[in-house]
């Protein structure tokens, strides 16, 4: 019988350690500035929806959390988590 390939891993790469090169982590903290522009510019466009759109209250709702989320320090596990909420969400 044929031997099957390893399927290729579609996790994320892990975070940073304290040992990880300066660069890396420098590159790390511009993808989260780039993720807090595109939450920034996902709430532009919320905003010129309807107010009493209950689609615009609630992405507004999730929005608010994701920029709290971004703003304070995480473990791995929840730097992981925000990652999967970053990709479900589309932005």
């Given at each position: 019988?044929?031997e099957?390939?390893?399927?290729?891993?579609?996790?994320?790469?892990?975070?940073?350690?304290?040992?990880?090169?300066?660069?890396?982590?420098?590159?790390?903290?511009?993808?989260?500035?780039?993720?807090?522009a595109?939450?920034?510019?996902?709430?532009?466009?919320?905003?010129?929806?309807p107010?009493?759109?209950?689609?615009?209250?609630?992405?507004?709702?999730?929005?608010?959390?994701?920029?709290?989320?971004?703003?304070?320090?995480?473990?791995?596990?929840?730097?992981?988590?925000?990652?999967?909420?970053?990709?479900?969400?589309?932005?």
């Amino acid at each position: 019988m044929g031997e099957v390939a390893p399927r290729p891993s579609t996790a994320a790469p892990p975070p940073p350690s304290p040992r990880t090169p300066l660069l890396l982590r420098k590159q790390n903290g511009a993808q989260n500035g780039d993720r807090e522009a595109a939450v920034d510019a996902e709430i532009a466009r919320v905003n010129k929806l309807p107010a009493h759109s209950s689609y615009a209250t609630h992405r507004m709702k999730v929005l608010n959390k994701l920029r709290h989320l971004l703003s304070i320090k995480r473990t791995t596990s929840q730097d992981e988590e925000l990652e999967l909420l970053f990709a479900s969400l589309s932005i």
